[in-house]
């Protein structure tokens, strides 16, 4: 299965402490997608890039989250000094880009904050 | 950004032809409609994707008016494992640079009866 994997599924922090987690996009994928989806509600977007590039950051996305993707491949968001409220399903999605979009999602990781 | 509007929830027999209605008046020229669907603990999966008219898949038809204000996902004889959440999406992030135009509602929690 070639599909968006992230690493790892579940994560249990204290509050206070960094996570990091991992998504692999789609291997042709150039353009890769991070969300958060709290209980109850879809996913809303927090970045994206474009290969390394990344275009786009959403307000959600405070000074204690931050997203990489060195070499365009797998992309990393870290969460500093995590807080309570940060407690969520974070998506990763992936797609080629074209006229039309479709994204394809991972499975997520879920983070619970103590 | 195109706002859609869809039933909070559906109830369904197995064995039915679920219709699902989207209104999503403020659609722009270039967007493009797209439909998820979402397991508990997991990532949306793409049904299906259009821009005009009807389109079919080995899962689903999408029905789209002429006026593209809205849209019908249909999913023929459900199942119990049909039970999910679907998610109406309207816009697309085009090639080059560009603002993010996808977001997710709250979805339609669609439970099949049997």
């Known amino acids: 299965d070639t599909g968006v994997s992230q690493d790892p599924r579940h994560k249990i922090t204290k509050r206070g402490q960094n996570v990091t987690f991992r998504c692999d996009p789609i291997?042709?994928?150039?353009?890769l997608y991070w969300y958060r989806q709290t209980l109850g509600q879809g996913p809303e977007f927090l970045t994206y890039f474009q290969n390394e590039a990344q275009l786009e950051k959403s307000r959600l996305l405070s000074d204690r989250f931050s997203a990489e993707r060195p070499k365009g491949s797998f992309s990393t968001l870290e969460i500093q000094r995590t807080e309570q409220g940060d407690s969520a399903m974070y998506l990763c999605?992936?797609?080629?880009?074209?006229?039309?979009?479709?994204?394809?999602f991972g499975p997520g990781t879920r983070l619970l904050v103590l | 950004l195109a706002k859609t509007t869809q039933p909070i929830s559906m109830d369904s027999y197995e064995g039915q032809e679920v219709n699902i209605t989207c209104s999503h008046n403020n659609i722009a020229t270039n967007d493009y409609i797209t439909w998820y669907q979402q397991f508990p603990s997991q990532g949306p999966r793409f049904i299906i994707q259009g821009y005009k008219t009807k389109v079919t898949n080995e899962v689903a038809s999408l029905f789209i008016p002429a006026d593209r204000k809205s849209s019908t996902l249909s999913l023929p004889r459900v199942s119990l494992s049909d039970t999910a959440v679907y998610y109406c999406?309207?816009?697309?992030?085009?090639?080059?640079?560009?603002?993010?135009?996808?977001?997710f509602g709250k979805g339609t929690k669609l439970s099949v009866i049997p």
């Open positions: 291997s042709e994928h150039n353009r």
């Open positions: 999406l309207v816009g697309g992030v085009y090639s080059g640079a560009g603002s993010y135009q996808l977001t």
């Open positions: 999605a992936s797609s080629w880009p074209a006229g039309r979009e479709t994204q394809y």
